[in-house]
C-alpha cells in the first residue's frame, strides 16, 4: 500500500477502460508491431534502384539503416508507454509490441530471405522480454514530480546516445530522421519547463560521460 501511494505521488494512473477496449487497443498494437516488423525486413531486403522515384527517396533518407537503428524503436515503445492508462498498461502493451515486431521480422526472415537470424533475434528477444519493467518505469516519466527529472534525464540519454554520433569532444548528428525521432522524444515525455530542462542537459552529459558503442553505432 505504502509503494502504491509513493507510485501514485509521482503519477495517477488515468480511469481504466472497460476490458474490451484494453483488449482491442493491445490487439492494434501488436497489430502494428507486426507491420513494422514486416515493414523493416522488407526494407533490408529491397533491391534499390535510383530511377524509381519512391526508391530514390528512400535512399536518400537512408530509411533501410534508420529502421535497423535502435532509436526508431525506442521512441515507438516510449510513446506507447508514456500514452497507456497506466503503468501495468504500459508493461502489457508495450510487450506486445515487441512480440509483434520481433516476431513477424524474425517470420519474414525465414520464410522469404531463407535463413534463420537466431544470434541477432536473440538481442531483441532479450530486449522483448525486459520490455514490460522498461516500459512500467518510463510510463512515470509523463510526471511534474522532481523524480521525473531522474527518470527523464536517464531516457534521454539513451536517446542521446542512439540518435547522434558523441566523442568526448564532439557531437554529430547521424542523419535527420534520427534528429525528429529525438525531438519526437522530446515532445512525448516534455511536461513542465522545470522538468524538462534539468533532465535534457543532465541527459546530453550523461551522453557525453558515458558513451554507449551498440547505441551510438
Same mark, same amino acid.
Given at each position: 500500500? =505504502? &509503494?502504491?501511494? /509513493? &507510485?501514485?505521488? %509521482? @503519477? @495517477?494512473?488515468?480511469?481504466?477502460?472497460?476490458?474490451?477496449?484494453?483488449?482491442?487497443?493491445t $490487439?492494434?498494437?501488436?497489430?502494428?508491431g %507486426?507491420? $513494422?516488423?514486416?515493414?523493416?525486413?522488407?526494407?533490408?531486403?529491397?533491391?534499390?534502384?535510383? !530511377?524509381?522515384? +519512391?526508391?530514390?527517396?528512400?535512399?536518400?533518407?537512408?530509411?533501410?539503416?534508420?529502421?535497423?537503428?535502435? !532509436?526508431?524503436? &525506442?521512441?515507438?515503445?516510449?510513446? %506507447? /508507454?508514456?500514452?497507456?492508462? !497506466?503503468?501495468? @498498461?504500459?508493461?502489457?502493451?508495450?510487450?506486445?509490441?515487441?512480440?509483434?515486431?520481433?516476431?513477424?521480422?524474425?517470420?519474414?526472415? =525465414?520464410?522469404?530471405?531463407?535463413?534463420? *537470424?537466431?544470434?541477432y533475434?536473440?538481442?531483441?528477444?532479450?530486449?522483448?522480454?525486459? !520490455?514490460?519493467?522498461?516500459?512500467?518505469?518510463?510510463?512515470?516519466?509523463?510526471?511534474?514530480?522532481?523524480?521525473?527529472i531522474?527518470?527523464?534525464?536517464? =531516457?534521454?540519454?539513451v536517446?542521446?546516445?542512439?540518435?547522434?554520433?558523441?566523442?568526448? +569532444?564532439?557531437?554529430?548528428?547521424?542523419?535527420?530522421?534520427?534528429?525528429?525521432?529525438?525531438?519526437?522524444?522530446? =515532445?512525448?515525455?516534455?511536461?513542465?519547463?522545470?522538468?524538462?530542462?534539468?533532465?535534457?542537459?543532465?541527459?546530453?552529459?550523461?551522453?557525453?560521460l558515458?558513451?554507449? *558503442?551498440?547505441?551510438?553505432?
Open positions: 500500500m =505504502i &509503494l502504491i501511494d /509513493s &507510485l501514485n505521488s %509521482i @503519477r @495517477r494512473a488515468e480511469t481504466e477502460a472497460s476490458i474490451k477496449q484494453k483488449v482491442l487497443y $490487439l492494434a498494437v501488436f497489430v502494428f %507486426i507491420l $513494422l516488423g514486416m515493414f523493416s525486413k522488407w526494407l533490408d531486403n529491397l533491391s534499390l534502384n535510383s !530511377s524509381v522515384w +519512391w526508391m530514390k527517396i528512400i535512399e536518400q533518407i537512408d530509411l533501410g539503416n534508420f529502421f535497423s537503428g535502435m !532509436s526508431v524503436w &525506442l521512441f515507438i515503445a516510449l510513446t %506507447i /508507454s508514456i500514452y497507456s492508462k !497506466s503503468p501495468f @498498461r504500459a508493461a502489457v502493451n508495450v510487450f506486445f509490441f515487441f512480440v509483434g515486431m520481433c516476431g513477424s521480422y524474425h517470420l519474414y526472415t =525465414i520464410i522469404f530471405s531463407k535463413f534463420n *537470424p537466431q544470434s533475434m536473440m538481442i531483441w528477444y532479450m530486449v522483448t522480454l525486459a !520490455s514490460p519493467a522498461l516500459a512500467f518505469i518510463c510510463w512515470f516519466a509523463k510526471s511534474e514530480n522532481p523524480v521525473a531522474m527518470l527523464d534525464s536517464v =531516457i534521454l540519454f536517446l542521446c546516445a542512439s540518435c547522434f554520433s558523441i566523442g568526448q +569532444w564532439y557531437i554529430g548528428l547521424k542523419s535527420t530522421l534520427e534528429l525528429l525521432v529525438f525531438i519526437g522524444s522530446c =515532445i512525448v515525455i516534455y511536461k513542465k519547463p522545470q522538468v524538462f530542462f534539468p533532465s535534457i542537459i543532465i541527459g546530453f552529459i550523461l551522453a557525453f558515458i558513451q554507449v *558503442p551498440y547505441l551510438n553505432g
